[in-house]
Every structure is written in structure tokens, then in C-alpha cells.
């Protein structure tokens, strides 16, 4: 889906535009939902339970805010009062439901989870890969399009195209790495992953300028980021198999 959609998103925004590339998931979002509701067997080791209305909409709410202070300062806009007041007000919402969620019984976040160190590493881990996913692909939608000096000169197809190798590479390491996960333990994933990672960055922050090396280094970044996000999954499952959905939420919010 990573790979063929980077190819597909790159034609669409090219010839339509980037705003098309919402419009045209809309169509494979709902077949797929429904198709998922239909064929997808119900477990029947399911709690009955409720859901956290109040904490939801918080949650919802407050990262809005933040969210939407985020995407207009980098828009070259400075920041005035009234993003700073809407700032403050996702961060208190955010603080308030935190301490919510602490007082309820069905909280939709069970923050007492993070005290085990084990999940707070997997976080962590989940945290700096999605930065890691999110550094790849934006500065080089601009590299790649820039005019030289500053960049490739390329069009949109092309940074599709340049981004493919990462995603398939992503492909093949991550089954991989959860195959032999079972033998060799996720902590020698989780670091071997993480200082491929450092090596691939380090050596793109001098060879960026240069496209085969581009290429080569953002093929071993990749490999780096499937072995350490699925070792984080895999800490999880391994290691507190109590409430794996409770335990694996916290790793797609981070």
C-alpha cells in the first residue's frame, strides 16, 4: 500500500493537484470498511465495556488545536495572539485529559500503562520512527523538486518514483525481521535498527546533493526503521500479552 500509493499520489498531485489525493481515497476507504466488517471474524474474547466519550472528544479537541497552531506557523505565518491562545488552550485541554483519564475507570488511554518500562521504550521506539518516516518524506518532496542548486529539478512522478525503493525495502525487511524475531529476541532488532538508522542519516546530512547516494542511503534508512517499529510491536506482544490492543494503541498514537 506504502509503495504503490507513493506512486499513485505522485501521478494525482503531478496532473490534479495535491488536494485530489483526498478525494480520490474516499472511494477505497469505504470498500475496504466494508469489506473489513463483513469477512472480518468477531472476537469473541472481547470485553464488554464503555466508551470514553468525554476523553475522546478532549483528546480530539485538543489536538485540533495544536495541530492546526502547528500547520499555519509553517506556513511562514508569525505566531500573533490568537494562535498562541488557541496553542494554550490544546495544551490545557490535552493536561486536563490527561489528569481525566487518570480518574476514570474505562479510561480511552490507560496512562498508568506507561509507568512499565517496557511499553515506554516501545513508545519511545514508535515515536522517533514515525518522526523518522515523516523527515524522509517531506524534505525530499522539496529536494527533489527544487531547481539547482538546491535540488534535483524534478517533477512530482519522479519523487514517487525516488521514494519507491524506500518503501519496498520496507516490504521485504519488516516479515523478515518478524520472522526472526522469534529466534534471535526483539532488543538486538531494536538496536541493530536504530544505529543503521544513525549511520544512513549521518552519511544523507553529507551525500544528499548526490542521487545514486540518495538512493543507496535512504534504501538502508528504511531498513533500519522496519527492524526497530516492528521490534516495538514485538516487545509488546512478547513481553505483556494482558491487553494487547490497549498495549499496541499506544504505539499508532505515538
Not at 18 to 37: D, E, G, H, K
Not at 93 to 106: A, G, R, S
Not at 218 to 231: D, E, P, R, Y
Amino acid at each position: 500500500g506504502a509503495s504503490f500509493g507513493i506512486i499513485f499520489g505522485s501521478i494525482i498531485t503531478n496532473f490534479l493537484g495535491w488536494q485530489w489525493t483526498y478525494l480520490t481515497i474516499f472511494p477505497f476507504v469505504y470498500v475496504i470498511s466494508i469489506f473489513a466488517y463483513i469477512t472480518v471474524p468477531k472476537d469473541e474474547k472481547t470485553k464488554k465495556g464503555t466508551l470514553d466519550y468525554i476523553g475522546t472528544v478532549m483528546l480530539s479537541f485538543s489536538l485540533l488545536f495544536i495541530i492546526v497552531v502547528i500547520g499555519i506557523i509553517g506556513s511562514n505565518v508569525i505566531l500573533n495572539f490568537g494562535l498562541l491562545l488557541l496553542l494554550i488552550f490544546g495544551l490545557a485541554i490535552f493536561v486536563l485529559f490527561l489528569v481525566y483519564e487518570n480518574m476514570i475507570d474505562n479510561p480511552l488511554i490507560n496512562i498508568k500503562m506507561l509507568k512499565n518500562d517496557l511499553v515506554m521504550i516501545s513508545n519511545i521506539t514508535a515515536i522517533f520512527g514515525g518522526i523518522t518516516q515523516f523527515i524522509i518524506y517531506q524534505p525530499l518532496v522539496f529536494l527533489i523538486t527544487n531547481t539547482s542548486p538546491y535540488g534535483f529539478s524534478m517533477n512530482y512522478i519522479m519523487v514517487g518514483l525516488l521514494i519507491l525503493p524506500y518503501s519496498l525495502t520496507m516490504m521485504i525487511v519488516a516479515p523478515i525481521t518478524g520472522k526472526k524475531i522469534r529466534i534471535l529476541g526483539p532488543e538486538k532488532f531494536l538496536f541493530s535498527g536504530f544505529l543503521i538508522m544513525f549511520i544512513g542519516y549521518f552519511l544523507l546530512s553529507f551525500l544528499f546533493n548526490k542521487l545514486l547516494f540518495l538512493e543507496i542511503l535512504l534504501v538502508i534508512i528504511s531498513s533500519g526503521l522496519s527492524m526497530v517499529l516492528v521490534s516495538s510491536v514485538n516487545i509488546l506482544s512478547n513481553y505483556l500479552p494482558g491487553d494487547i490492543g490497549a498495549l499496541t494503541s499506544f504505539n499508532m498514537i505515538s
